[in-house]
């Protein structure tokens, strides 16, 4: 008859996912990237909590070993990695549009390389720093490797904070292109580093090679699933047939990827960037909207999954004082090397500097929230033998950096958003009062924007009071003094072309 693993194991996420998403929905009212993952992580406290409440009781036990051996079986990297996330990326890239890309290419590909190599190594500078000053020491390469799978900004948990904020079209553009294209960075630099730490020779010119290889096939391999997939997307077609044509982009483009050894996740992004904006010519717009729809829903069910997944990790974590302390430490240097690995990344190219919105980097950088790949990379290789001496440093830091992610950068990207973009409506009293003065004084500049639309429906940025921002008073405090450098210096600050 067998024994009903499967059956048991969706039955039991699906009802932990349900409680997590009607409690975090009407209870905390947060994004969803941030809240069911605090809920699931409180629920395994109470469970346990619970479990050493009713040691010894005769009628009522929980068998909190049992449970821990059933979490630990679940493989983390296999359901993600090389598995739902190749619905979420197309599901994003449908709906990206290419225009955007050809746009804000050159800032999306700075994030997404250079920022993101420089963020890991001074991420895990930083962390060998503090691991030595403790008495811990841990050897610097499995840092830096550590740093590898925390840089990368999760397509997830960005496109979850990004949808409970006002935020200008260009940031938004940014976040989420950033989030879709640096995956194949980050698994590279992961598994070129976790090759070395296994005893392979490092060569710096066959890493180059074999990045741009995976790249140059990944993009092929999209490309040509796109083209294939648009030929089959023509003609008349029933709405499931629509789906699961989607679907076999997803999961084709991916696993072909795979098997070429190339970057999946370029692959079904480019496939799906392709499909997204040639489908409008092809199908009607009631069945572009209902498959996008249906997507949509499919990404939301996934996404309850995953981040309760994300809380029920804890059931692995020893959690000491010591390992708390160390990954809040963690979390914060993470948070300073990527404000300083964007900042400098950016110094390279003094024009988009000279171009920027005021608070754009700040934002940026600010927003970069971590998410299931980083975990699902840590909890792939942390029981290989190079590593298993420092599992749970890596595990623990990893978690708590994740989590913390979400709370601080995804709970504060409104306050931060509001000390550059003005906001009537903005917190003035209480904890969040206080949170948004601070925020503001990220603002060295002092003046704000005003996002609006024009007359035709497009996006607008402009000064908020540029009275305040051209003249000045006197010295005899009454006469206004006009300055027509200033004038000319406020419609370069508004000009659409600027980063």
């Known amino acids: 008859m067998g024994n009903y693993f499967l059956l048991q194991f969706f039955t039991v996420i699906f009802a932990l996912s349900i409680v997590t998403t009607i409690f975090n929905k009407r209870i905390l009212g947060f994004p969803q990237a941030i809240g069911v993952p605090i809920v699931s ?25 049992s449970i821990e051996d059933a979490v630990r079986k679940i493989d983390f990297y296999d359901f993600l990695v090389n598995g739902v ?74 496109k979850g904070v990004l949808s409970s904020v006002r935020a200008p079209h260009h940031l938004m553009i940014k976040l989420e292109g950033e989030s879709l294209f640096n995956d194949a960075m980050c698994i590279a630099i992961f598994m070129t580093l976790l090759n070395v730490l296994e005893g392979e020779h490092f060569s710096l010119l066959a890493t180059l090679q074999t990045l741009l290889y995976e790249i140059v096939v990944a993009v092929v391999i999209g490309w040509a699933f796109g083209l294939g997939i648009l030929r089959l997307l023509k003609g008349k077609h029933e709405m499931e047939s629509l789906i699961l044509t989607t679907a076999l982009l997803a999961c084709g ?23 997204g904006n040639k489908w409008g010519e ?43 302390f160390g990954g809040i430490v963690a979390f914060v240097l993470l948070h300073l090397s990527r404000f300083a690995a964007n900042f400098l990344s950016f110094a390279f190219f003094p024009s988009f500097r000279q171009k920027s919105y005021n608070g754009s980097l700040v934002i940026l950088s600010w927003g970069g929230v971590r998410g299931g790949i980083s975990l699902a990379l840590i909890l792939a290789v942390a029981n290989i033998p190079e590593l298993r001496q420092y599992s749970s440093i890596l595990i623990g830091y990893t978690f708590i950096s994740v989590l913390l992610s979400g709370v601080v950068c995804g709970l ?40 609006g639309e024009d007359k035709y429906g497009n996006e607008t940025i402009t000064i908020y009071k540029p009275e305040s921002f051209v003249d000045e008073k006197t010295e005899d405090g009454v006469a206004t003094l006009h300055r027509p450098d200033k004038a000319e210096e406020l419609k370069r600050l508004e000009q659409p072309g600027n980063f």
């Open 41 to 65: 992580a409180i629920l395994v406290f109470i469970l346990q909590w619970g479990a050493s409440l009713l040691s010894g009781n005769q009628f009522i036990t929980i068998n909190i070993h």
């Open 412 to 451: 504060g990207l409104p306050a931060v958003m509001n000390a550059f973009y003005y906001n009537p409506n903005e917190e003035k009293r209480g904890f969040k009062g206080w949170y948004q003065r601070m925020c503001n004084k990220l603002n060295r500049k002092e003046y704000k924007y005003i996002v």
């Open 282 to 324: 092809i199908l009607a717009e009631r069945e572009v909207r209902e498959v996008n729809h249906f997507w949509h829903t499919v990404e939301g069910i996934i996404n309850s999954f995953l981040f309760t997944l994300i809380g029920l990790e804890i059931f692995i974590l020893d959690l000491s004082s010591s390992l708390i």
């Open 85 to 158: 996330i190749c619905f979420i990326l197309t599901s994003s890239a449908l709906k990206f549009k290419v225009s955007d890309l050809r746009t804000f290419w050159k800032p999306i590909g700075i994030l997404a390389t250079i920022a993101l190599v420089l963020c890991a190594v001074f991420y895990g500078g930083l962390l060998y720093g503090f691991q030595y000053l403790i008495g811990e020491p841990v050897p610097i390469l499995i840092l830096f490797l550590l740093g590898s799978a925390l840089v990368a900004t999760d397509p997830i948990g960005v």
């Open 253 to 275: 483009s991916y696993l072909v990827a795979l098997f070429a050894h190339a970057s999946a996740p370029i692959a079904c992004v480019i496939g799906g960037l392709i499909v």
